[in-house]
């Protein structure tokens, strides 16, 4: 039988045996000789001394710690994003109406048109831009969101989003997700007003999708340009547009309060904020 004087050159036999034989052990001698088996490995305890421990008690544990670690690591990065995010609530000015600070994602003052009316992240326009067309920051929550529009004819109106009111959870999709939707004659999601005049008509249809290039959006009582609060972009109309209300390759906001058929108009102005309800204007 082979010996060895030195305890490290035995560990490295033992790590050299167990590696050609694929025992599923692993061995860690001390002073003592201690032997190896399948599916077992060798623990020293707190006193020093060899005891056995079965692998696959090793290796639950060793799945949970991995667990937990990448659990650690996602919150790591969930934590660095939001971070980011917060940084860039800078470039964004705020107001504060009716109790709470809005701040601003969306904004158009200048005839200039892209091909998404929603086109931009949350953090990609500067508060010196003429228009933004961007969306609500990723961080937000649907039932803890609200948002406040302001036109150019002294209108403002607010919303709070609900995810069990599909008009507004259109909406949502449509300013948070970027999908476009569809929903016509359903739950109604009228604004609450803070100045200016009440919409006409119940608020119970939007509409996100192209046309004539620019994919655009609309709240109101049909998704026909009509009686509208939300208009934005090109004129719509169920599937396509109507010459009756709006021209064609004509691309601007409506006033929040559309007195009959207006369509979005270059000239007019637009701003939208977004309040979260954790905020505290004290602060």
């Known amino acids: 039988m082979v010996t060895f004087e030195r305890p490290w050159a035995r560990i490295a036999v033992w790590c050299l045996l167990l590696a050609?034989?694929?025992s599923k052990?692993?061995?860690?001698?001390q002073s003592e000789q201690c032997g190896c088996q399948a599916n077992i490995t060798l623990h020293i305890s707190e006193e020093g001394r060899c005891t056995w421990r079965d692998m696959r008690t090793i290796l639950?544990?060793?799945?949970?710690?991995?667990?937990?670690?990448?659990?650690?690591?996602?919150?790591?990065?969930?934590?660095?994003?939001?971070?980011?995010?917060?940084?860039?609530?800078?470039?964004?000015?705020?107001?504060?109406i009716d109790g709470a600070r809005w701040r601003s994602f969306w904004w158009y003052t200048a005839n200039a048109w892209p091909t998404d009316v929603l086109q931009v992240e949350y953090g990609s326009c500067k508060a010196s831009d003429r228009f933004c067309f961007g969306r609500l920051p990723p961080r937000l929550l649907e039932a803890e969101t609200e948002i406040l529009?302001?036109?150019?004819?002294?209108?403002?109106?607010?919303?709070?989003?609900?995810?069990n009111n599909p008009t507004a959870h259109a909406a949502w999709r449509a300013f948070h997700d970027h999908e476009e939707v569809k929903v016509t004659n359903d739950q109604a999601w009228n604004?609450?007003?803070?100045?200016?005049?009440?919409?006409?008509?119940?608020?119970?249809?939007?509409?996100?999708?192209?046309?004539?290039?620019?994919?655009?959006l609309i709240l109101d009582d049909d998704n026909c340009d009509c009686l509208s609060?939300?208009?934005?972009?090109?004129?719509?109309?169920?599937?396509?547009f109507?010459?009756?209300?709006?021209?064609a390759n004509v691309y601007g906001v409506d006033h929040l309060y559309d007195t009959a058929c207006q369509p979005p108009l270059p000239g007019n102005q637009?701003?939208?904020?977004?309040?979260?309800?954790?905020?505290?204007?004290?602060?």
């Not at 637009?270 to 602060?283: A, G, I, N, P, R």
Request: proline residues 3%; negative net charge.
């Open 270 to 283: 637009l701003f939208m904020y977004f309040k979260e309800q954790s905020t505290d204007v004290s602060k």
């Open 242 to 247: 109507s010459t009756k209300y709006a021209q």
């Open 60 to 96: 639950e544990e060793n799945a949970e710690l991995k667990v937990r670690v990448a659990r650690l690591e996602m919150n790591l990065e969930i934590a660095q994003a939001q971070l980011v995010e917060l940084q860039k609530d800078d470039e964004y000015p705020t107001i504060e």
């Open 191 to 216: 604004p609450v007003v803070i100045s200016g005049t009440a919409p006409k008509a119940v608020q119970d249809s939007f509409m996100y999708r192209k046309q004539n290039g620019v994919a655009s």
């Open 25 to 29: 052990c692993v061995a860690i001698a």
């Open 149 to 163: 529009a302001a036109d150019s004819s002294g209108n403002m109106y607010r919303w709070q989003f609900d995810v």
């Open 20 to 22: 050609l034989l694929t």
């Open 229 to 240: 609060t939300i208009n934005i972009g090109h004129g719509l109309c169920l599937d396509a």
